[in-house]
C-alpha cells in the first residue's frame, strides 16, 4: 500500500505480473486508492484516468463484471467504466461481430489485452434462469498445464454463480493407495461463506472428444451442499494417469476441454 502512483502504474501495466485474478487487481486498485487518495474528487480523478485503464476487463469474470454494473460505486466514472465493460460483455457474447464493429476505436480494443499470470483459471459460463436454475461452464486444460499439477498439484477455476451460491471448479491429479495409480480428478467447489442452508444441484461433467468433436458424459450425480464443499470425481476418465496424459482423443491439438453442466433442484417443502 506505499507504492507509489508511478510504481502501481509500471507493476499493473507490465502482463508478466502474477495475481489472482483481473478480479482481484480491479479490486486491489480501487482500496489503494481509497487508502491513499481520501478527498473524493481527486480519487475518482486518478481512478478514471490512471488506474482503471490498467484494469483488462476482458479477462475478468462475468460475474464481477455484472456487479461492477450493479454496484453504486461513488468512486468510478459509472460512464466510463459502463462503457468499458459493455463492450467486454458484447464482445464475449459476439466476438466475430463486435470485432468488426469496434476495430476502427482502439479505445474499444480492451479484450486484445494480453492474459496476465493468473493463479485461476478462465472458464466461460452459459447461465439460465428457466425453466430452472442452471449454468453451463466450460473450461479449456492445455497439455503442459496439466502435466504440471502432477503428481499432486490443483488448478482452480475463476467463480461463478449460480442460485445465490458461488462456486469454483477444482482439477487435479489423485493418488488411489490401493493401486498407487495417479488419476485425473475433477471437482465443483462451493465457497463456505455462500452456502445458504441446504441447497441441492444436479452435476454433469463431460469432455469432447476427438472423434465426435462432441462432448460426452463422464460424471453425472446429485449433490447436496450443507457441510461438504466438494464434490466431484477422483478419476474421471477411468484410466491411468500416463494413460491420459498421452490420449490424443481427449487432447485435442493439445487442448482437453472439459463442461460442467449444473442445475438447481427444487426441494420440496416439509409438509407440517
Known amino acids: 500500500m506505499n507504492?507509489?502512483?508511478s510504481g502501481i502504474e509500471a507493476i499493473f501495466s507490465s502482463t508478466d505480473i502474477q495475481v489472482a485474478s483481473e478480479d482481484a487487481v480491479y479490486n486491489f486498485l480501487l482500496e489503494w486508492a481509497r487508502a491513499r487518495y481520501l478527498e473524493p474528487e481527486e480519487r475518482r480523478g486518478i481512478l478514471s484516468s490512471r488506474l482503471l485503464p490498467l484494469v483488462r476487463f476482458s479477462h475478468m469474470t462475468c460475474?464481477?463484471?455484472?456487479?461492477?454494473?450493479?454496484?453504486?460505486?461513488?468512486?468510478?466514472?459509472?460512464?466510463?467504466?459502463?462503457?468499458?465493460?459493455?463492450?467486454?460483455?458484447?464482445?464475449k457474447a459476439y466476438p466475430t461481430q463486435m470485432e468488426g464493429a469496434l476495430a476502427a476505436d482502439v479505445s474499444t480494443l480492451d479484450w486484445q489485452s494480453a492474459e496476465r499470470t493468473y493463479g485461476s483459471k478462465h472458464v466461460k459460463a452459459?447461465?439460465?434462469?428457466?425453466?430452472?436454475?442452471?449454468?453451463?461452464?466450460y473450461m479449456d486444460l492445455t497439455r503442459d498445464e496439466c502435466s504440471r499439477f502432477f503428481p499432486?498439484?490443483?488448478?482452480?477455476?475463476?467463480?461463478?454463480?449460480?442460485?445465490?451460491?458461488?462456486?469454483?471448479?477444482?482439477?487435479?491429479?489423485?493418488?488411489?493407495?490401493?493401486?498407487?495409480?495417479?488419476?485425473?480428478?475433477?471437482?465443483?467447489?462451493?465457497?463456505g461463506n455462500s452456502v445458504s442452508g441446504s441447497s441441492c444441484f444436479d452435476v454433469e461433467?463431460?469432455?469432447?472428444?476427438?472423434?465426435?468433436?462432441?462432448?460426452?458424459?463422464?460424471?453425472?450425480?446429485?449433490?447436496?451442499?450443507?457441510?461438504?464443499?466438494?464434490?466431484?470425481?477422483?478419476?474421471l476418465f477411468g484410466v491411468p494417469w500416463s494413460t491420459f496424459i498421452a490420449d490424443d482423443s481427449l487432447f485435442i491439438d493439445g487442448v482437453l476441454h472439459l463442461r460442467v453442466d449444473?442445475?438447481?433442484v427444487e426441494q420440496p417443502e416439509l409438509q407440517t
Request: with cysteine.
Open 3 to 5: 507504492i507509489s502512483l
Open 63 to 91: 460475474a464481477a463484471l455484472q456487479e461492477i454494473l450493479a454496484c453504486t460505486d461513488d468512486d468510478i466514472d459509472r460512464e466510463q467504466v459502463t462503457k468499458r465493460i459493455n463492450e467486454v460483455l458484447l464482445h
Open 126 to 137: 452459459v447461465v439460465f434462469d428457466r425453466p430452472c436454475p442452471q449454468v453451463i461452464v
Open 152 to 191: 499432486s498439484g490443483v488448478i482452480l477455476s475463476d467463480w461463478f454463480h449460480l442460485a445465490g451460491q458461488k462456486f469454483y471448479l477444482m482439477a487435479d491429479c489423485v493418488l488411489d493407495e490401493q493401486t498407487e495409480l495417479y488419476s485425473f480428478g475433477l471437482w465443483l467447489g462451493i465457497y
Open 205 to 235: 461433467f463431460a469432455a469432447r472428444t476427438r472423434s465426435s468433436g462432441k462432448f460426452l458424459s463422464k460424471y453425472v450425480g446429485r449433490h447436496t451442499f450443507s457441510g461438504s464443499l466438494l464434490e466431484g470425481c477422483d478419476d
Open 262 to 264: 449444473l442445475t438447481a
